[in-house]
């Protein structure tokens, strides 16, 4: 199941109403600031996990989604929607469970020094209550052991039942299978680094550089970081951590495994918040065989956020293969996250003079674009270079629409075409100056033209 529709009215910024048609599969949502990216997937995110009454701005809004069964469709009514328990009961009297819509704000978190994790803000004694909460990495660390003590019982159950020969679905080795999903699909982001496609458990608490002195150590006192540890490309050093905080396996040469706190902040977050969604969905799923191939809601607001031009290109085809059932809603300023998107998959939202923000899709296929075509067509950015050259750009363009110029002006406007034809050549975009220069020829040729023909007559 995923969402076909939503109409947006009352709801600032959306003063006059506004349908959107959903991708099954991807809907990124471009526009200038102030245009109501965020807004769409916080509306969402509310109608799927805020419990309440409903907002008075929020009467206009309406949700339409579509069951899948065989071959068929079956298109729910115009409904209102409320809030998540509403949606609960409209999904369950179509005879499925609501699929779960995991939001990611800007604000990606990483996660602090060890020594900081015992520290950490108590986020429930639930796995459920630790995962309600907004992501971050501190929270992350805590689902981690949330859920490894889940499974633990899972396990402890699962084998009870099979030494009775009772009937049961083996569900808790489903927790050991979560790295390996979340660190390949971050591997295929961020691979020139992440070289590894499991978790290593980053335990600590010895010195190893007084090793032989401590020939009764006590092994009890060790910290065990669950999946914490990551084996990377770099050859790691510790003389930056404090011995308490090094890992035990130390003199071991392969794999090198290090904290992912200690990674660059792309690679981390990344990691992180792709981790988080596994473990949402894990755990919404009960551990369930090919928990990572049902239907889930990706709400991501700022997808490219301390991406590579590089990653931001790899981010959502990684994602659509690692999570088969996932549909994308992000936001975005980046024309590398836009390239390689099919037809219907770009929202752009713009305001007019008044304020009022519309909505269109793309209807064609955005394979083979460059950056530069997608923002003229995408993003409205009609001369994507330095603001400096665009004014010096626009004012060539004035004085040459003038029919008569100053001293001043005719000395301004060579010097104009001079900056901006020196500042293309000795830039990377030499068709620009060609197309400046061919403007100027042309211009020059009517006028002297028009003197021709103002002397025949």
């Given at each position: 199941?995923?969402?076909?529709?939503?109409?947006?009215?009352?709801?600032?910024?959306?003063?006059?109403?506004?349908?959107?048609?959903?991708?099954?599969?991807?809907?990124?949502?471009?526009?200038?600031?102030?245009?109501?990216?965020?807004?769409?997937?916080?509306?969402?995110?509310?109608?799927?996990?805020?419990?309440?009454?409903?907002?008075?701005?929020?009467?206009?809004?309406?949700?339409?989604?579509?069951?899948?069964?065989?071959?068929?469709?079956?298109?729910?009514?115009?409904l209102l929607c409320a809030d998540a328990d509403f949606v609960d009961a409209y999904f369950l009297?179509?005879?499925?469970?609501?699929?779960?819509?995991?939001?990611?704000?800007?604000?990606?978190?990483?996660?602090?020094?060890?020594?900081?994790?015992?520290?950490?803000?108590?986020?429930?004694?639930?796995?459920?209550?630790?995962?309600?909460?907004?992501?971050?990495?501190?929270?992350?660390?805590?689902?981690?052991?949330?859920?490894?003590?889940?499974?633990?019982?899972?396990?402890?159950?699962?084998?009870?039942?099979?030494?009775?020969?009772?009937?049961?679905?083996?569900?808790?080795?489903?927790?050991?299978?979560?790295?390996?999903?979340?660190?390949?699909?971050?591997?295929?982001?961020?691979?020139?680094?992440?070289?590894?496609?499991?978790?290593?458990?980053?335990?600590?608490?010895?010195?190893?550089?007084?090793?032989?002195?401590?020939?009764?150590?006590?092994?009890?006192?060790?910290?065990?970081?669950?999946?914490?540890?990551?084996?990377?490309?770099?050859?790691?050093?510790?003389?930056?951590?404090?011995?308490?905080?090094?890992?035990?396996?130390?003199?071991?040469?392969?794999?090198?495994?290090?904290?992912?706190?200690?990674?660059?902040?792309?690679?981390?977050?990344?990691?992180?918040?792709?981790?988080?969604?596994?473990?949402?969905?894990?755990?919404?799923?009960?551990?369930?065989?090919?928990?990572?191939?049902?239907?889930?809601?990706?709400?991501?607001?700022?997808?490219?956020?301390?991406?590579?031009?590089?990653?931001?290109?790899?981010?959502?085809?990684?994602?659509?293969?690692?999570?088969?059932?996932?549909?994308?809603?992000?936001?975005?300023?980046?024309?590398?996250?836009?390239?390689?998107?099919?037809?219907?998959?770009?929202?752009?939202?713009?305001?007019?003079?008044?304020?009022?923000?519309?909505?269109?899709?793309?209807?064609?296929?955005?394979?083979?674009?460059?950056?530069?075509?997608?923002?003229?067509?995408?993003?409205?950015?009609?001369?994507?270079?330095?603001?400096?050259?665009?004014?010096?750009?626009?004012?060539?363009?004035?004085?040459?629409?003038?029919?008569?110029?100053?001293?001043?002006?005719?000395?301004?406007?060579?010097?104009?075409?001079?900056?901006?034809?020196?500042?293309?050549?000795?830039?990377?975009?030499?068709?620009e100056a060609q197309r400046e220069r061919y403007g100027e020829m042309m211009l020059e040729f009517?006028?002297?033209?028009?003197?021709?023909?103002?002397?025949?007559?």
């Open positions: 199941m995923h969402l076909t529709k939503m109409r947006f009215g009352g709801i600032p910024p959306f003063t006059q109403p506004v349908e959107f048609r959903f991708d099954p599969r991807v809907n990124v949502f471009v526009g200038p600031n102030a245009t109501g990216k965020s807004r769409l997937l916080s509306e969402i995110d509310y109608c799927f996990n805020r419990k309440g009454s409903i907002r008075p701005e929020r009467i206009d809004s309406r949700l339409h989604i579509r069951k899948e069964s065989g071959y068929g469709e079956d298109w729910a009514k115009n009297s179509h005879g499925n469970p609501k699929p779960p819509a995991i939001y990611l704000g800007p604000i990606r978190e990483g996660l602090p020094r060890i020594s900081d994790l015992d520290d950490a803000e108590f986020y429930g004694s639930t796995a459920e209550e630790v995962l309600s909460g907004p992501f971050c990495g501190t929270r992350l660390a805590a689902a981690v052991e949330a859920l490894h003590g889940k499974y633990s019982d899972m396990f402890e159950n699962e084998n009870k039942a099979r030494e009775e020969d009772s009937p049961i679905e083996r569900r808790a080795w489903n927790f050991l299978y979560i790295d390996t999903v979340s660190h390949a699909c971050a591997k295929d982001i961020c691979n020139e680094l992440i070289a590894s496609e499991r978790a290593l458990n980053y335990p600590t608490g010895l010195d190893l550089e007084f090793i032989a002195d401590q020939p009764v150590a006590d092994f009890e006192g060790l910290s065990i970081n669950r999946l914490l540890g990551i084996s990377t490309g770099d050859i790691p050093t510790f003389e930056h951590i404090p011995p308490e905080e090094r890992p035990i396996d130390l003199a071991v040469t392969s794999p090198k495994r290090i904290y992912v706190g200690d990674l660059s902040s792309g690679s981390q977050s990344t990691l992180l918040w792709v981790w988080w969604l596994a473990l949402k969905m894990l755990n919404h799923y009960e551990f369930a065989n090919g928990w990572n191939q049902k239907p889930a809601i990706l709400l991501i607001d700022e997808i490219e956020n301390h991406l590579h031009p590089t990653w931001q290109r790899r981010v959502i085809p990684a994602l659509l293969n690692h999570f088969p059932g996932l549909q994308i809603f992000a936001t975005t300023h980046s024309p590398f996250v836009v390239a390689g998107l099919r037809a219907g998959q770009v929202h752009m939202l713009k305001r007019d003079a008044n304020g009022v923000v519309t909505a269109t899709t793309n209807d064609r296929d955005i394979i083979g674009w460059t950056t530069d075509e997608i923002l003229r067509t995408f993003m409205n950015v009609d001369e994507p270079t330095d603001q400096l050259t665009v004014d010096r750009t626009n004012r060539l363009r004035e004085l040459r629409g003038m029919e008569t110029l100053s001293d001043a002006e005719s000395e301004e406007l060579a010097q104009l075409r001079r900056q901006i034809n020196d500042d293309f050549i000795s830039s990377s975009t030499p068709l009517l006028r002297s033209r028009q003197s021709e023909l103002s002397q025949e007559d």
